[in-house]
């Protein structure tokens, strides 16, 4: 466990390709259920913070949330701006005193708490005071598996400093695009494996995790068994393999 290392996921009811995403069943769970399973393996973590709007509409995310305390106690709720989405993450770790913030959102119910703890680590040696480190960067993971990490002093500045629409509505925007004021460090897998999509986005999205789930149930599984298994069944990886990926300002 990292001192001060809060994971802090972005989550709301109001998806406009599929709506209701957060808590779709996946297997007998919720996909929030299942990330927040995944993210409770993580060795870095002294926190998850779900960080949802405060539209009534995201009651039940708060409801599910307290339901799920019971079973992971480091587990916490915060409400904040639905368009500013920056000034939700950063009221959330100034409220739970974050050193460390990881960026990961709702739709990742197949999230690799390994591949999320390499960029959490890979971002503490690195020493730096502002500056953030993700697997974003350069893309050789799937989409689904998507962490980016901030220092504090980061967050605080982008925060500080971003004004406009785009920059308030995506926690990273700011940051990415002003190299010269943040460090940005890329942290990539041994081979490439973009072309996979593990995210939830689309009813295909959820065919396929869904099929994943069906198949290792609820025992630990990671990255390379979700390629293996993938690699053995094409027509799973096909499920989806005509998604497209929302623009960014749509996303």
């Given amino acids: 466990m990292i001192k001060g290392a809060v994971c802090i996921v972005q989550a709301r009811m109001s998806s406009t390709r599929l709506p209701g995403k957060t808590l779709i069943d996946i297997c007998g769970q919720t ?4 990330l927040i399973s995944r993210l409770s ?18 009651d039940v995310i708060e ?7 019971v079973k992971y106690p480091q587990l916490a709720v915060f409400r904040g701006s639905e368009r500013d989405v920056l000034g939700r993450y950063f009221e959330a770790a100034k409220k739970f005193k974050a050193r460390y913030i990881a960026r990961v959102t709702g739709d990742c119910p ?14 503490v040696d690195s020493g730096s005071e502002i500056g953030f480190a993700a697997n974003t960067v350069r893309r050789t993971y799937p989409r689904g598996l ?5 220092t504090w002093q980061a967050l605080e500045k982008a925060n ?5 629409t785009r ?49 290792f149930g609820n025992k630990p599984f990671y990255l390379e068994d979700i390629v293996e298994f993938l690699s053995k069944h094409p027509e799973v990886a096909k499920i989806n393999s005509q998604a497209k990926r929302k623009s960014l300002t749509n996303n």
């Fill in 146 to 150: 998507d962490t980016a990490v901030f």
């Fill in 160 to 164: 500080r400093e971003a004004r406009e």
């Fill in 167 to 215: 920059y308030r509505e995506h926690v990273g925007a700011y940051a990415h695009e002003h190299p010269r004021e943040f460090n940005k460090i890329s942290v990539e897998a041994d081979r490439d494996y973009s072309f996979y999509r593990l995210t939830l986005d689309t009813a295909e999205d959820l065919a396929l995790i869904r099929a994943v789930y069906k198949n």
């Fill in 110 to 123: 197949l999230l690799d708490p390994r591949v999320t703890d390499k960029v959490v680590e890979t971002l």
């Fill in 31 to 34: 996909a929030l259920e299942r």
């Fill in 63 to 69: 409801k599910e949330v307290e339901r799920l305390k």
């Fill in 41 to 58: 393996n993580c060795q870095s973590f002294e926190k998850i913070v779900v960080a949802t709007t405060t539209k009534k509409g995201d």
